[in-house]
């Protein structure tokens, strides 16, 4: 969506809660090798959201994550800052650790995809 000239790129609330949970996974996966764990602890997450309409499902609205460029172009009555803290677990009640096997090698696993970071 394109906003008072700069071009912005819209994020569902759930799409940025999927994104934290697939960086989390993909965290304890590159961490298998490692024989440093860590525990993960309760995130906070805030937004400025914007709630809109959707066109395609009478009557049920949307709630899209606004960055602080594109919420400038918003009035101020149409955006509302949400929060929360969200708790890692695993499927069945575990916790969430990152961290390694002790059969696996040591070392921090392939870094190819971070190059240049």
Request: charge should be negative; avoid cysteine; aromatic fraction near 4%.
């Amino acid at each position: 969506m394109t906003r008072g000239g700069d071009s912005d790129v819209d994020i569902e609330l759930a799409d940025a809660v999927a994104a934290v949970r697939d960086e989390l996974l993909k965290a304890q996966s590159r961490g298998a090798s490692s024989d440093l764990g860590f525990e993960v602890g309760p995130i906070e997450m805030e937004f400025e959201v914007e709630l809109r309409a959707d066109a395609k499902a009478a009557g049920k609205f949307r709630v899209w994550a606004v960055s602080a460029e594109a919420e400038a172009g918003v009035s101020r009555g149409r955006t509302h800052r949400v929060s929360f803290t969200l708790t890692p677990k695993l499927r069945d009640g575990g916790e969430l650790l990152i961290h390694g096997s002790p059969d696996a090698l040591a070392g921090p696993g392939d870094l190819s995809e971070h190059q240049g970071r």
